[in-house]
């Protein structure tokens, strides 16, 4: 996936309104990430999770986007949860948002929170070999957070008249979408991401609800057939928050 800004470094990433250290993250600020942040529809959402938080980079755009929410994050990994509770405190948001380290199954058996919003940049590969990098495996992978357990911890968390939103690559959105199906979840909206102008499309940005809708679907194209000359419709979609966007 193409992305707006060289963000291979774990150098504090710089946004308009706040600031993400990622020093001790195996899942740095990425595209997914912002894309996920900037699409999900807001409205009426008073109470977020976001599971999976990783640096805590969604949580924060939610607490941007909703000046009077109370922001939830979920991350198991206990470097990523200190990450992402630095990122809440040093952020002008801090008494709205709060991280639990904790596997989102245990976290949706045991908490009374039910959520407007639940927001999820989730592993997503299953398949081949495993790396050195044992961390970032089990982040990417579906090793530790399975469709059907984060698919059952949404249905616990959810009021009935929520939103589950979510990014995922495009073949494992599709087959996301049929397993929801299972959960009594209903796709209402649906994104396609290609990368460049001409490009096969990347990823899948996805919103679920407990009733059937009609289904509102779009393409969002990133870059022109320049690299990095940006699409309209991308820098409408991320301008109030990347810094020179």
Request: one cysteine or more; aromatic letters at 10%; charged letters at 25%.
């Amino acid at each position: 996936m193409a992305t707006t800004k060289n963000i291979n470094t774990k150098k504090p990433f710089q946004f308009k309104q706040f600031t993400v250290n990622q020093k001790d993250c195996t899942m740095m600020v990425g595209t997914d990430g912002v894309l996920l942040g900037a699409w999900a529809d807001v409205a009426n959402a008073k109470k977020v999770l976001d599971i999976g938080t990783g640096t805590g980079l969604i949580a924060l755009m939610m607490a941007q986007r909703l000046p009077e929410a109370a922001i939830h994050a979920v991350e198991i990994s206990e470097e990523a949860s200190n990450v992402a509770r630095q990122n809440f405190a040093e952020s002008k948001w801090s008494e709205r948002l709060k991280v639990f380290n904790t596997p989102v199954q245990d976290f949706a058996k045991f908490t009374d929170h039910r959520y407007d919003l639940i927001v999820s940049n989730p592993p997503f590969f299953s398949g081949g070999t495993f790396s050195s990098n044992e961390d970032k495996n089990l982040m990417r992978r579906t090793v530790r957070l399975p469709n059907g357990d984060l698919l059952h911890a949404v249905r616990r968390l959810l009021n009935k008249s929520g939103r589950f939103v979510m990014i995922l690559p495009y073949i494992e959105g599709l087959r996301f979408e049929e397993m929801a199906q299972q959960y009594h979840f209903y796709v209402t909206k649906k994104t396609s991401v290609l990368p460049l102008v001409g490009k096969p499309v990347e990823r899948l940005l996805l919103e679920f609800a407990y009733e059937e809708q009609p289904l509102e679907e779009q393409t969002l194209v990133i870059e022109t057939d320049k690299r990095h000359v940006y699409t309209d419709d991308y820098v409408a979609l991320t301008k109030d928050f990347y810094l020179k966007m």
